[in-house]
């Protein structure tokens, strides 16, 4: 099971959201916003930011980031749209 980390928690709040583990067992996390579902995010099969800096280290972990942003260019900038989360909350 995956385990919300500090730095999604943290990213969250900057957007004035809110994250639970999602209910979907494919997904990671449900994000909500004024206590209404908008989104799930973050394969399980895949890592993420945090899980990449706490594994491999830093360095390691802002190439996986750089190589997530070029690769998910098209879908990660609507606001809105579960792409837009995951960039925010989990990269």
Known sequence: ?????????LKAKQLGVQIKPSTRKDKKIDVFKNNEKV?????KGYKDFPTYKKEKGLQFAKER???YKIRHQDD???KGT???YADQILW
């Open 65 to 67: 980031r750089r190589l």
């Open 39 to 43: 989104a799930s995010i973050g394969g």
């Open 1 to 9: 099971m995956y385990e919300i980390t500090e730095y999604s928690k």
């Open 76 to 78: 990660r900038l609507k």
């Open 82 to 84: 579960a792409g837009y």
